[in-house]
């Protein structure tokens, strides 16, 4: 059965467009300075959500085997959208991505479904801090945009269990980058041993999300 939530789009346009105009402030209060939010990306992130709401609708578990090609999906639409014309310029990559989503021996798709496996017990809290530090510490499940496809990820456990979803904010913001720059230069292998291990900083992070859940972020469908 599918969700009875979805995300509430306008809200979510709302708190990434604040995000956008005050990213200059934002960054200079990081410990790691990030890209800008140019309008390129924010209408991308803008199309995942959309996207996320059409797999809620379909009953879509992006870790699941019926839902991997769509979780490589919103790799895609993070980086280039959905335009096809723009998707003919970025083949190759999106060629190599796909290989390393599948293949990447040091840490796959296939890795993160076992700890999925292994973790679906948990609070969606913790499934899905769980599985965005997973996938963006060393070595990363995609090429780029790990970050934002991991928001997106958050956001499709979170609603499917009828909790809000993962949006970036002003407010929210340094709590959000700072943890994921660590977790980025946190190679799985040395620091966490097991890949199935979570470290301290996932409990942290589930924290996090419970605590700056906005309910306005869903809507009946």
């Not at 995000?19 to 960054?27: K, L, M, S, W």
């Not at 809620?56 to 959208?81: A, S, T």
């Not at 977790?183 to 292998?189: E, H, I, L, Q």
Request: with cysteine; charged share 25%; glycine share 4%.
């Amino acid at each position: 059965m599918s969700s009875k939530y979805e995300i509430n789009l306008e809200q979510v346009h709302h708190y990434l467009l604040s995000v956008q105009r005050n990213f200059e402030a934002i960054n200079e209060a990081l410990d790691m300075h990030r890209e800008p939010m140019r309008d390129e990306i924010l209408n991308n992130m803008l199309e995942g959500y959309e996207y996320v709401n059409y797999l809620l609708k379909k009953d879509v578990n992006l870790l699941r085997p019926e839902g991997l090609h769509h979780f490589l999906e919103l790799n895609n639409i993070v980086l280039c959208g959905t335009d096809l014309n723009k998707r003919k310029d970025f083949k190759e990559h999106i060629l190599s991505n796909t290989d390393r989503f599948y293949e990447q021996s040091e840490f796959s798709i296939s890795h993160m479904r076992a700890w999925a496996e292994k973790h679906k017990k948990d609070s969606p809290w913790k499934r899905a801090a769980g599985s965005y530090i997973l996938q963006i510490s060393w070595p990363q499940l995609f090429h780029e945009g790990n970050h934002r496809t991991g928001a997106l990820l958050m956001s499709s456990i979170l609603v499917r269990d009828e909790c809000p979803p993962f949006v970036l904010s002003v407010d929210n913001a340094k709590a959000y980058f700072n943890p994921s720059s660590l977790a980025k230069s946190t190679n799985k292998n040395e620091v966490l041993g097991k890949f199935y291990k979570l470290p301290k900083i996932k409990k942290n992070f589930a924290r996090f999300l419970e605590k700056q859940a906005v309910p306005s972020y869903l809507r009946l469908r």
